[in-house]
Structures are given as structure tokens and as C-alpha cells.
């Protein structure tokens, strides 16, 4: 699966998270995260799966196993954490689900790799900026790296030049769909990823 430009639907009551998700997918994101949060979030993360139609969407924020469990049962195949836990990450695979665990230092990734992990998340990514991206790839050649967390249309494109695999657009993407044309904006940014 691409993770190369991510919806972050926080926040959002049923309603406008499912109008937030058509439009994202419309625009070529390549995947809707719903952050659960609370019974909000879980409600918002049900009315996603019924609109998806074998689109992908993942569950965010997701701090237990018995949370990625509920989440897989509701059709999402992504399962993203803030930080990394062995115990989540090992329950999303045994779910057949993708783990995206936050990462923010090289000890982070480290265990992150070493219990199977692909891809991670950078997150805070503007704590940090794009460099760290290009840094951690050096010895961790072979992870995907999604930049979240301060990321918009404005600097989306520097973390993908240096070489992250993917953006995630929380608090901006209301600003990235208003754009003149958002799905020219997300095809760009989609080829320059580096996945």
C-alpha cells in the first residue's frame, strides 16, 4: 500500500468526516486517517468505513491492542500510533493490518525495525524539519518515512525531496482541498515521493 499523501480527519463529527474523506479520495489522497479519540472518533471512524467502498483508511491515535482489534474489525487496514509500542504494533500484524508507529528518534526507529516495521511516521516532523528524513535514511536505507505534524502545501514537498515516502495533512487539509485544484496539488506531490 502507498502512503504517499495521508487525510487526517480530526475532529470532525460523522458528517463532515465522510464529505472530508469523498473529497480527499477524490483528490487522489492516498489514504484517510480518523483519529479515535474518545466515541467521536470511533464514530467518525464507522462512518468512514461505510462510504469507503474498498477505499483504504486507517484508524489514528490508536494506543492498545484491543483498539487496533476494533479498529481492524471496522475495515481499517492502516493502524497509526503517535509513538511506538511493541504491543500495538505486534497486534497490527497479527491483525494483517499495516502498523504506522510514530517515530522521532533514531532509537525509535531502531525498534521500530526490529519489530518489522516498513514505514513509520515522523512525528513532530516540523520539531525536526525535513533533514532529519535525509539523515535516518542513511543508515536505515530501506524505511518509508511519512512526515506529519506541521506538514502542509507550503513545505509537504521539501520532506519528499528529502526522501520521505509520504506526507499526512492534519490541522491543513481543509487548506490543501480548498486549493484552486487539490487534485493537482496531491498529484504532484504524489510523484515526488519515494516510494
Not at 469507503?52 to 481499517?76: I, N
Not at 516540523?126 to 533533514?131: D, E, K
Request: proline share 6%; with cysteine.
Amino acid at each position: 500500500m502507498r502512503l504517499r499523501t495521508v487525510a487526517i480527519l480530526r475532529s470532525f463529527g460523522p458528517d463532515a468526516t465522510k464529505e472530508l474523506a469523498r473529497r480527499s479520495w477524490d483528490a487522489g489522497v492516498d489514504l484517510v486517517e480518523v483519529p479515535v479519540q474518545g466515541d467521536a472518533g470511533w464514530a467518525a471512524l464507522a462512518a468512514v468505513a461505510e462510504i469507503a467502498e474498498g477505499r483504504p483508511f486507517g484508524a489514528g491515535t490508536v494506543l492498545t491492542s484491543v483498539d487496533v482489534r476494533r479498529a481492524v474489525d471496522l475495515g481499517a487496514s492502516v493502524i497509526i500510533s503517535p509513538g511506538i509500542d511493541a504491543a500495538v504494533v505486534d497486534a497490527t500484524l497479527a491483525a494483517g493490518a499495516l502498523p504506522l508507529p510514530g517515530v522521532f528518534t533514531p532509537s525509535d526507529v531502531t525498534l521500530a525495525v526490529s519489530l518489522g516495521v516498513a514505514t513509520c511516521k515522523l512525528f513532530p516532523a516540523s520539531l525536526v524539519g525535513p533533514q532529519w528524513v535525509s539523515q535516518i535514511r542513511g543508515p536505515f536505507p530501506q524505511l518509508g518515512v511519512v512526515a506529519v505534524g506541521g506538514v502542509g502545501l507550503a513545505n509537504a514537498a521539501d520532506y519528499l525531496r528529502a526522501g520521505a515516502t509520504g506526507v499526512g495533512f492534519g490541522s491543513s487539509i481543509e487548506d490543501v482541498l480548498a486549493a484552486g485544484d487539490p487534485a493537482a496539488e496531491i498529484a504532484a506531490l504524489n510523484a515526488l515521493s519515494a516510494c
